[in-house]
């Protein structure tokens, strides 16, 4: 066949008209019109888009090296790693580019790739214009799309992280930066060392790739479909070296509006008409000097930081002492050097005097002076809204909010009503509230009791409450003194732990543990720490063998609070105790003879106060009765014994927790309580008090047991058939059950756990979101119940709820059963 000729030129232009024609015709169809120029702009915008959006693996681990600025700083420190990728460097051509050849756009616009690079990079075909391979004598035209492709090796990034910072929460680490976030911005402070956006040798390790990387992967991880792709500006710009406040807008539109409106503000703080001020930080070794000026806010510590001049001969000098303050924290912020008597330019603040991120303190230069002659802070979280009008609503979230855990409980719910599936997860009744206390609530409402009721509780709630506690705790107790009611007991703990606990307090618990215990900690400023029970040794071995079917069965009754670990924990900071006992998750049921003996070291130990939480109290099994640590000689006046009716009459709903306690501790519960709601649900707390009146002689707690029982026996004996290995509970809700030995679980099974690894990846997580999705089940893993992997009792440990339906129970059932193979 003879060779077709090429289209003559008058063809091709032919041709291409009718391809317009074509996609205009298709475009007023679907109500648009688009140009096929506009169209291949378009794509190659996109290209160009996606390109700027390199994705390589990332890694965290501690860092060790011994000149690192931030351990040298006294911060804790741990290096972010970048794997090499192939990056697409794209862009339009500049308007000064046009006409010039490649070769001389390398040469002069990209002068640190050599010539022989840009010679092999032409020849390999690295080098694109409008998608095609070009060599370097092309020469470049006016809007033309530029594509260079390179495999990329970054240098690590050393971050700054808090002393509490869980390793496994790092991969997110970049929400802990951001101060807060509207529909239109965001303010992050940002780290030293991190460059504003993807520059150089940074793209991946750069602030707003990492922002919007960890954004998109928090969206995957919980399948949230995310609406838009989070795009972020700099308003202004602060330099890789500089920490500081940043401010980010969420379009281009909303960037520019707010540079106006910053460079034109006239205030005494960020003034557009100042100049751009140039000097370098040193770190040094030693005291300040006392010089005139006064240094008091810095003086006397022992480091700090010194401005340093360029002289007529080259060098730098220190000039003068200055100390960098905290936006947020307050303090002032030191670093170290090393033995040397010349000074490092290390630490680079170029910065436009109205974008200063943290304020200069004991500096007319750099300092704002007010009418008062006093310095103010420049950038500040309180000065955002004096630089920014349209900023005034914009209020901080605090550190200790911003790192608080996800809760488990709710994305496991969410994802249980998302995916159709059963839900054992979450530990409420599904049976549904006795007839007897809805018609007691119906009552208290009809009879106008609608409106607050003193902070204490409700006069008839705590007097049956008195009459009902006073022979369990084998005292009278004053009902308006000794006991306080709360919306629910999560509250409860909220409340108790800011009466009775500092910042800088530490609280103990025996793990696994109700995950609030923790989180209300740290929501207060105080620490937490954990005391694994101990297992029985053979049980142990067999609950973790890796045999495909065990025979044994397990108890809570197999673990007993480890009161050596438990001493050896205790120091002059632990201020109060945890003890929960019917325990969630494990069901474990403290005998006295245990109590007694958890008393004799807390009496070595007299100012530990101890958390009885008693929640589970009515929920005992196997003719076991609950004890009580209160009810100990000399514990009572130490013990707060912390209870809910919302679990006890199955009405978790009406958020109904109470406390009974010594009238010293429980008059400052009380205050705390009465900052946030005031007071109790009142027609609940009236309706509460009849239906306790009653329970004590309609058999009502007798037939709860039975029923828990009962449901309890029917899931554990089913998990026991099909090898879930249950841990079945003498009391509570609960039961855990260690699934490693399903082929369900096979995939997870070698999961390896590393300090950097998070917790939504572990085996029982993975193990969890695989059953909701796949097998329309969920459950809890119990990561979250204990301070660290290595206290896990095993890596695929899953929490179920019983307190359900007898429906529910059949439906989880038949899961359970099809999981077999």
């Known amino acids: 066949m003879a060779d077709v000729p090429p289209p003559s030129k008058k063809q091709r232009r032919k041709q291409e008209k009718a391809r317009w024609l074509a996609e205009r015709k298709a475009a007023q169809q679907v109500g648009g019109i688009v140009s096929s120029k506009r169209k291949r702009r378009n794509q190659r915008q996109s290209q160009a888009t996606a390109s700027a959006s390199p994705s390589a693996a990332v890694h965290y681990e501690a860092c060790t090296s011994a000149t690192c600025d931030n351990r040298l700083a006294g911060s804790h420190c741990v290096v972010r790693s970048i794997e090499p990728y192939v990056h697409r460097f794209a862009l339009f051509a500049k308007g000064r580019w046009a006409g010039r050849s490649l070769r001389e756009l390398f040469a002069s616009e990209f002068p640190t790739l050599s010539t022989d690079y840009c010679v092999q990079a032409a020849q390999l075909g690295l080098i694109r214009v409008n998608g095609e391979v070009a060599d370097l004598d092309t020469v470049i035209k006016g809007g033309d799309f ?31 930066w951001i101060h807060f976030e509207t529909d239109e911005l965001m303010v992050v402070d940002k780290p030293s060392g991190i460059p504003v956006h993807p520059t150089g040798s940074f793209q991946l390790n750069s602030l707003t790739h990492m922002l919007q990387h960890d954004r998109r992967e928090a969206t995957v991880e919980k399948e949230v479909e995310e609406t838009e792709t989070l795009e972020l500006f700099p308003v202004h710009r602060l330099d890789r070296l500089t920490s500081g406040l940043l401010i980010l807008a969420k ?15 006239s205030s005494d703080v960020g003034a557009g008409s100042r100049s751009v001020q140039k000097y370098y930080v040193a770190r040094v070794k030693g005291e300040f000097p006392d010089t005139e000026g006064g240094f008091a806010a810095v003086k006397g510590l022992n480091s700090g930081l010194v401005k340093i001049d360029s002289a007529s001969d080259g060098f730098w000098r220190v000039t003068a002492p200055i100390g960098l303050m ?150 009278e107790l004053n009902p308006m003194t000794e006991i306080v009611t709360f919306n629910g007991a999560q509250e409860g703990i909220a409340s108790i732990m800011a009466a009775v606990l500092e910042p800088g307090d530490e609280v103990l618990t025996f793990e696994p543990y109700f995950d609030a215990y923790v989180t209300v900690s740290q929501l207060h400023g105080v620490k937490s720490a954990g005391v694994p029970f101990r297992f029985d040794p053979a049980k142990r071995a067999a609950f973790l063998s890796e045999d495909a079917h065990v025979a044994e069965r397990f108890t809570s009754r197999d673990f007993q609070a480890d009161l050596e670990k438990l001493e050896a924990k205790l120091t002059p900071n632990t201020k109060m105790l945890v003890l929960n006992t019917p325990h969630n998750p494990m069901g474990k049921v403290f005998s006295k003879q245990e109590l007694e003996q958890l008393a004799r070291v807390l009496e070595r130990h007299p100012y530990v106060i101890v958390l009885a939480d008693e929640v589970y109290e009515f929920m005992t099994y196997d003719g076991l009765e609950h004890e009580r640590i209160a009810a100990l000689p000399g514990f009572f006046d130490r013990t707060i014994s912390l209870f809910s009716a919302g679990k006890t009459f199955s009405c978790t709903g009406w958020r109904a927790g109470y406390a009974v306690g010594p009238a010293h501790l429980v008059g400052g519960i009380t205050k705390a309580h009465s900052t946030v709601p005031f007071c109790g649900t009142t027609p609940f707390e009236v309706a509460l008090a009849s239906a306790f009146q009653q329970a004590k002689h309609n058999g009502y707690y007798d037939e709860l047991r039975e029923t828990l029982q009962t449901k309890r026996n029917r899931l554990c004996d089913a998990l026991q058939a099909y090898n879930w290995r249950p841990i079945v509970p003498e009391g509570g809700y609960f039961v855990c059950c260690n699934v490693q030995g399903l082929p369900f679980y096979d995939e997870f099974r070698d999961i390896e756990i590393t300090p950097d690894t998070p917790k939504t990846e572990f085996p029982d997580y993975q193990f969890a979101y695989k059953l909701v999705k796949a097998g329309h089940l969920a459950v809890i893993p119990t990561s979250p119940f204990f301070s660290g992997p290595e206290n896990r009792l095993a890596p695929g440990v899953v929490r179920l709820a019983f307190c359900k339906d007898d429906k529910t129970l059949d439906d989880s059932i038949r899961v359970i059963e099809s999981l077999k193979n």
Request: net charge neutral; aromatic share 6%.
């Open 326 to 475: 905290s936006p947020r924290q307050g303090h002032v912020r030191c670093v170290i050097e090393a033995e040397d008597s010349k000074p490092w330019r290390t630490h680079q603040i170029r910065v436009h005097l109205q974008h200063l991120g943290f304020p200069i303190v004991n500096d007319p230069m750099y300092g704002s002076v007010n009418e008062e002659k006093t310095l103010e802070p420049m950038l500040s979280l309180s000065k955002l809204p004096t630089v920014l009008p349209s900023l005034r609503h914009v209020r901080s979230i605090s550190q200790r909010v911003r790192t608080l855990p996800d809760n488990v409980f709710a994305e496991f719910s969410a994802l249980a009503a998302q995916h159709g599936a059963v839900n054992l997860g979450q530990g409420f009744p599904s049976f549904g509230t006795p007839q007897f206390v809805q018609q007691a609530a119906i009552d208290a409402i009809t009879d106008g009791n609608n409106q607050y009721t003193r902070p204490g509780g409700h006069p008839s709630y705590v007097e049956t409450l008195a009459e009902m506690y006073s022979p369990l705790l084998n005292r």
């Open 146 to 176: 530029f594509e260079h492709i390179k495999h990329r090796h970054e240098p690590n990034m050393h971050l700054p992280v808090e002393d509490s910072t869980e390793v496994s929460t790092l991969k997110s680490l970049s929400k802990t």
């Open 251 to 265: 379009s281009a539109d909303k960037a520019r509006s707010l540079t106006a409106e910053l460079t034109a503000t």
